[in-house]
Protein backbone atom coordinates (compact mmCIF):
# COMPACT_ATOMS: atom_id res chain seq x y z
CA UNK A 1 0.00 0.00 0.00
CA UNK A 2 1.79 3.58 -0.91
CA UNK A 3 2.43 5.49 1.99
CA UNK A 4 -0.18 8.86 2.22
CA UNK A 5 1.04 12.13 0.51
CA UNK A 6 0.55 15.46 2.07
CA UNK A 7 -0.93 17.22 -0.91
CA UNK A 8 -1.90 19.91 0.61
CA UNK A 9 1.72 20.39 2.15
CA UNK A 10 2.60 20.11 -1.45
CA UNK A 11 0.77 22.45 -3.27
CA UNK A 12 2.22 25.16 -0.80
CA UNK A 13 5.27 24.25 -0.81
CA UNK A 14 5.74 23.94 -4.19
CA UNK A 15 2.61 25.19 -6.23
CA UNK A 16 5.15 25.69 -9.30
CA UNK A 17 4.51 21.84 -10.37
CA UNK A 18 1.28 22.77 -11.29
CA UNK A 19 0.84 21.14 -14.59
CA UNK A 20 0.54 23.43 -17.49
CA UNK A 21 1.28 23.95 -21.47
CA UNK A 22 5.19 24.77 -21.00
CA UNK A 23 5.07 21.71 -19.16
CA UNK A 24 4.90 20.22 -22.71
CA UNK A 25 6.43 22.56 -24.65
CA UNK A 26 9.51 21.73 -22.41
CA UNK A 27 8.85 17.95 -22.20
CA UNK A 28 8.96 18.32 -25.98
CA UNK A 29 12.05 20.26 -26.53
CA UNK A 30 13.98 18.05 -24.35
CA UNK A 31 12.87 14.83 -26.38
CA UNK A 32 14.22 16.15 -29.25
CA UNK A 33 17.68 16.63 -27.41
CA UNK A 34 17.13 12.87 -26.60
CA UNK A 35 16.88 12.14 -30.83
CA UNK A 36 19.55 14.16 -31.39
CA UNK A 37 21.52 12.93 -29.20
CA UNK A 38 20.97 8.84 -30.14
CA UNK A 39 21.59 10.09 -33.58
CA UNK A 40 24.79 11.70 -33.07
CA UNK A 41 25.89 8.64 -30.88
CA UNK A 42 24.68 6.26 -33.45
CA UNK A 43 26.99 8.05 -35.71
CA UNK A 44 29.61 7.71 -33.39
CA UNK A 45 28.71 3.87 -33.01
CA UNK A 46 29.10 3.10 -36.94
CA UNK A 47 32.47 4.68 -37.73
CA UNK A 48 33.76 2.80 -34.27
CA UNK A 49 37.23 2.65 -35.67
CA UNK A 50 37.50 6.66 -35.86
CA UNK A 51 35.14 7.60 -33.11
CA UNK A 52 36.76 9.74 -30.65
CA UNK A 53 36.39 8.49 -27.31
CA UNK A 54 35.93 12.07 -25.49
CA UNK A 55 33.41 13.56 -28.16
CA UNK A 56 31.61 10.09 -26.95
CA UNK A 57 31.80 10.89 -23.71
CA UNK A 58 30.45 13.95 -23.82
CA UNK A 59 27.60 12.94 -26.41
CA UNK A 60 26.91 10.26 -23.74
CA UNK A 61 26.24 13.04 -21.33
CA UNK A 62 24.23 15.09 -23.29
CA UNK A 63 21.70 12.41 -23.45
CA UNK A 64 21.87 11.53 -19.59
CA UNK A 65 21.38 16.10 -19.55
CA UNK A 66 17.71 15.51 -21.81
CA UNK A 67 16.71 11.73 -20.41
CA UNK A 68 16.96 13.17 -17.07
CA UNK A 69 15.44 16.60 -17.54
CA UNK A 70 12.50 14.67 -18.72
CA UNK A 71 12.25 11.90 -16.35
CA UNK A 72 12.47 14.84 -13.30
CA UNK A 73 10.00 17.69 -14.45
CA UNK A 74 7.34 15.87 -16.73
CA UNK A 75 6.73 13.01 -14.77
CA UNK A 76 6.12 15.60 -10.74
CA UNK A 77 3.75 17.65 -13.09
CA UNK A 78 1.14 15.08 -14.35
CA UNK A 79 1.94 13.07 -10.43
CA UNK A 80 0.80 16.48 -9.29
CA UNK A 81 -1.72 17.05 -11.61
CA UNK A 82 -3.39 13.39 -10.37
CA UNK A 83 -2.11 13.37 -6.71
CA UNK A 84 -1.26 9.71 -6.61
CA UNK A 85 0.35 8.47 -3.95
CA UNK A 86 1.94 5.75 -5.60
CA UNK A 87 3.54 7.29 -8.11
CA UNK A 88 4.83 9.99 -6.16
CA UNK A 89 6.41 7.56 -3.75
CA UNK A 90 8.09 6.28 -7.09
CA UNK A 91 9.19 9.60 -8.34
CA UNK A 92 10.45 10.45 -4.80
CA UNK A 93 12.48 7.56 -5.43
CA UNK A 94 13.58 7.61 -8.80
CA UNK A 95 14.38 11.21 -8.80
CA UNK A 96 16.86 10.43 -5.99
CA UNK A 97 18.59 7.96 -8.27
CA UNK A 98 18.84 10.83 -10.94
CA UNK A 99 20.50 13.18 -8.44
CA UNK A 100 22.75 11.02 -7.85
CA UNK A 101 23.11 10.23 -11.65
CA UNK A 102 23.30 13.94 -12.43
CA UNK A 103 26.02 14.51 -10.03
CA UNK A 104 28.29 11.57 -11.63
CA UNK A 105 27.68 12.86 -15.20
CA UNK A 106 28.22 16.36 -14.39
CA UNK A 107 31.30 15.67 -13.16
CA UNK A 108 32.32 13.65 -16.24
CA UNK A 109 31.18 16.33 -18.71
CA UNK A 110 33.55 19.15 -17.08
CA UNK A 111 36.85 16.86 -17.34
CA UNK A 112 35.71 15.71 -20.81
CA UNK A 113 35.29 19.31 -21.64
CA UNK A 114 38.64 19.85 -20.27
CA UNK A 115 40.27 16.70 -22.37
CA UNK A 116 38.56 17.61 -25.63
CA UNK A 117 39.84 21.36 -25.58
CA UNK A 118 43.20 20.66 -24.68
CA UNK A 119 43.52 18.13 -27.24
CA UNK A 120 42.21 20.63 -29.59
CA UNK A 121 45.09 23.15 -28.54
CA UNK A 122 47.29 20.37 -29.42
CA UNK A 123 46.08 20.09 -32.91
CA UNK A 124 47.38 23.44 -33.39
CA UNK A 125 51.14 22.17 -32.37
CA UNK A 126 53.27 20.62 -34.30
CA UNK A 127 53.24 16.76 -35.18
CA UNK A 128 56.42 15.99 -32.32
CA UNK A 129 54.31 18.25 -29.63
CA UNK A 130 51.61 15.88 -29.87
CA UNK A 131 53.13 12.34 -29.97
CA UNK A 132 55.19 13.90 -26.73
CA UNK A 133 51.56 14.48 -25.12
CA UNK A 134 50.01 11.59 -26.97
CA UNK A 135 48.28 11.03 -23.60
CA UNK A 136 45.67 13.71 -25.15
CA UNK A 137 46.08 12.24 -28.71
CA UNK A 138 46.25 9.14 -29.09
CA UNK A 139 42.95 6.99 -29.17
CA UNK A 140 43.88 4.54 -26.09
CA UNK A 141 45.58 6.78 -24.06
CA UNK A 142 41.87 9.01 -24.08
CA UNK A 143 40.04 6.13 -23.37
CA UNK A 144 42.33 5.24 -20.23
CA UNK A 145 41.90 9.37 -19.18
CA UNK A 146 38.61 9.10 -19.54
CA UNK A 147 38.34 5.87 -17.46
CA UNK A 148 40.69 7.32 -14.47
CA UNK A 149 37.52 10.61 -14.53
CA UNK A 150 35.02 8.24 -14.85
CA UNK A 151 36.33 6.53 -10.91
CA UNK A 152 37.06 10.25 -9.41
CA UNK A 153 33.58 10.77 -10.36
CA UNK A 154 32.31 7.97 -8.43
CA UNK A 155 34.71 8.75 -5.65
CA UNK A 156 33.86 12.44 -5.57
CA UNK A 157 30.26 11.54 -5.64
CA UNK A 158 30.50 10.57 -1.74
CA UNK A 159 31.27 14.22 -0.71
CA UNK A 160 28.35 15.60 -3.00
CA UNK A 161 25.78 13.22 -0.97
CA UNK A 162 22.57 15.08 0.05
CA UNK A 163 19.67 14.90 2.29
CA UNK A 164 15.56 15.35 1.72
CA UNK A 165 13.73 17.55 3.08
CA UNK A 166 10.54 17.15 5.24
CA UNK A 167 8.34 17.07 1.75
CA UNK A 168 10.66 15.53 -0.65
CA UNK A 169 8.32 15.38 -3.41
CA UNK A 170 9.03 19.15 -3.73
CA UNK A 171 13.17 18.39 -3.36
CA UNK A 172 14.27 18.92 -7.45
CA UNK A 173 18.05 19.90 -6.00
CA UNK A 174 18.00 18.58 -2.45
CA UNK A 175 19.96 20.10 -0.03
CA UNK A 176 24.12 18.83 0.16
CA UNK A 177 24.86 16.95 3.24
CA UNK A 178 28.10 17.95 5.50
CA UNK A 179 30.76 15.72 7.08
CA UNK A 180 30.93 16.23 10.91
CA UNK A 181 34.14 15.09 10.61
CA UNK A 182 36.82 17.84 9.96
CA UNK A 183 39.14 16.16 7.84
CA UNK A 184 35.91 15.16 5.52
CA UNK A 185 34.90 18.42 5.55
CA UNK A 186 37.72 19.73 4.31
CA UNK A 187 37.85 17.29 1.29
CA UNK A 188 34.07 18.02 0.68
CA UNK A 189 34.18 21.77 0.69
CA UNK A 190 37.71 22.61 -0.41
CA UNK A 191 39.81 19.98 -2.12
CA UNK A 192 37.01 18.41 -4.60
CA UNK A 193 35.74 21.95 -5.41
CA UNK A 194 39.18 23.35 -5.85
CA UNK A 195 39.56 20.73 -8.57
CA UNK A 196 36.67 21.38 -10.32
CA UNK A 197 37.76 24.88 -10.09
CA UNK A 198 40.73 24.52 -11.31
CA UNK A 199 40.37 22.16 -14.03
CA UNK A 200 37.36 25.06 -15.43
CA UNK A 201 40.69 27.61 -14.93
CA UNK A 202 42.79 25.72 -17.06
CA UNK A 203 40.17 24.99 -19.55
CA UNK A 204 39.57 28.67 -20.21
CA UNK A 205 43.27 29.03 -20.34
CA UNK A 206 43.86 26.19 -23.17
CA UNK A 207 40.18 27.60 -24.69
CA UNK A 208 41.87 31.19 -25.21
CA UNK A 209 45.48 29.66 -26.74
CA UNK A 210 43.52 27.34 -29.09
CA UNK A 211 42.00 30.39 -30.38
CA UNK A 212 45.42 32.28 -31.01
CA UNK A 213 46.97 29.55 -32.09
CA UNK A 214 44.30 28.22 -34.76
CA UNK A 215 45.69 30.05 -37.56
CA UNK A 216 49.16 27.65 -37.30
CA UNK A 217 46.90 24.13 -37.61
CA UNK A 218 48.99 22.22 -40.78
CA UNK A 219 52.56 24.14 -40.64
CA UNK A 220 54.93 21.82 -41.07
CA UNK A 221 53.17 19.05 -41.88
CA UNK A 222 52.84 16.65 -44.73
CA UNK A 223 50.99 18.11 -47.85
CA UNK A 224 48.57 15.32 -47.55
CA UNK A 225 47.80 16.91 -44.11
CA UNK A 226 47.78 20.04 -44.97
CA UNK A 227 45.16 19.74 -47.68
CA UNK A 228 43.17 18.89 -44.60
CA UNK A 229 43.66 21.51 -42.33
CA UNK A 230 40.02 23.39 -43.20
CA UNK A 231 38.29 20.63 -41.83
CA UNK A 232 40.43 20.17 -39.05
CA UNK A 233 39.70 24.27 -38.62
CA UNK A 234 36.29 23.66 -38.90
CA UNK A 235 36.43 21.14 -35.87
CA UNK A 236 38.17 22.79 -33.56
CA UNK A 237 35.97 25.72 -33.89
CA UNK A 238 33.12 24.02 -33.14
CA UNK A 239 34.36 22.22 -30.37
CA UNK A 240 35.34 26.05 -28.88
CA UNK A 241 31.90 27.01 -29.70
CA UNK A 242 30.27 24.06 -27.59
CA UNK A 243 32.58 25.40 -24.67
CA UNK A 244 31.24 28.83 -25.03
CA UNK A 245 28.45 27.54 -23.73
CA UNK A 246 29.73 25.30 -21.13
CA UNK A 247 31.53 28.32 -19.65
CA UNK A 248 27.53 29.99 -19.73
CA UNK A 249 26.40 26.89 -18.23
CA UNK A 250 29.03 26.65 -15.52
CA UNK A 251 29.28 30.50 -14.85
CA UNK A 252 25.11 30.02 -14.13
CA UNK A 253 26.04 27.06 -11.72
CA UNK A 254 28.39 29.00 -9.80
CA UNK A 255 26.22 32.24 -9.52
CA UNK A 256 22.88 30.45 -8.93
CA UNK A 257 23.08 26.68 -8.18
CA UNK A 258 26.26 25.99 -5.88
CA UNK A 259 25.21 25.53 -2.33
CA UNK A 260 29.06 27.18 -1.43
CA UNK A 261 29.12 30.38 -3.91
CA UNK A 262 25.03 31.00 -4.48
CA UNK A 263 22.02 31.78 -1.98
CA UNK A 264 19.86 29.23 -3.44
CA UNK A 265 19.33 27.29 -0.53
CA UNK A 266 18.44 30.93 1.26
CA UNK A 267 14.70 30.61 -0.94
CA UNK A 268 11.73 29.36 -0.68
CA UNK A 269 11.25 26.00 -1.81
CA UNK A 270 9.31 27.17 -5.05
CA UNK A 271 11.78 30.02 -6.02
CA UNK A 272 14.62 27.40 -5.30
CA UNK A 273 13.12 24.81 -7.49
CA UNK A 274 12.65 27.68 -9.91
CA UNK A 275 16.17 28.58 -10.20
CA UNK A 276 17.10 24.47 -10.80
CA UNK A 277 14.35 24.89 -13.42
CA UNK A 278 15.53 27.01 -15.31
CA UNK A 279 19.65 25.84 -15.11
CA UNK A 280 18.44 22.38 -16.03
CA UNK A 281 16.00 23.83 -19.22
CA UNK A 282 19.21 25.93 -20.28
CA UNK A 283 21.24 22.76 -19.90
CA UNK A 284 19.04 21.13 -22.08
CA UNK A 285 19.04 23.72 -24.72
CA UNK A 286 22.62 23.96 -24.85
CA UNK A 287 23.09 20.00 -24.96
CA UNK A 288 20.26 18.94 -27.03
CA UNK A 289 21.77 21.75 -29.79
CA UNK A 290 25.19 20.25 -30.23
CA UNK A 291 24.35 17.86 -32.80
CA UNK A 292 22.98 21.04 -34.63
CA UNK A 293 26.51 23.11 -34.25
CA UNK A 294 28.47 19.75 -35.72
CA UNK A 295 26.55 20.01 -38.76
CA UNK A 296 26.73 23.79 -39.09
CA UNK A 297 30.38 23.33 -39.10
CA UNK A 298 31.37 19.83 -39.96
CA UNK A 299 28.38 18.46 -42.00
CA UNK A 300 29.50 14.63 -42.30
CA UNK A 301 33.12 15.40 -42.22
CA UNK A 302 34.32 15.91 -38.49
CA UNK A 303 37.50 15.12 -37.34
CA UNK A 304 37.69 13.01 -34.36
CA UNK A 305 41.32 11.71 -34.50
CA UNK A 306 44.32 13.91 -35.27
CA UNK A 307 47.38 11.56 -34.62
CA UNK A 308 51.22 12.77 -34.98
CA UNK A 309 52.04 12.45 -38.45
CA UNK A 310 49.00 11.39 -40.07
CA UNK A 311 45.76 12.37 -41.66
CA UNK A 312 43.00 13.69 -39.61
CA UNK A 313 40.36 10.70 -39.67
Not at 53 to 67: E, Q, V, Y
Not at 78 to 87: A, G, L, P
Not at 179 to 194: H, S
Request: proline content about 3%; charged content about 15%.
Amino acid sequence: MAKPVDWELIVKTCPEFELNAWDFVFAIVAFIGVIFTIIQLAQLQKKKENESSLIGMLALCDFMICFVYIMTYFPTSVIFYFRSNYFAGIQIDARTSFQSLKIAYDTIMTFAVFLLIVERFLWTCSSRTRLTWNVFTEKKSKKRVMLVTIVYAFLSFFTRMFVLSDVPFCDIAPCPFLFEIEALKIIQLYVVPGIDALVCVATLIFALLTIIRVSKVGEGEELVVQKNTNRIKRCIMCILVIYATFIIRTVCYYIFINHQTSDLFQKTPSAHNLTVWWYDFMSVLFSGSRYVLYYAFCRNQIVTEYPPTALGQ
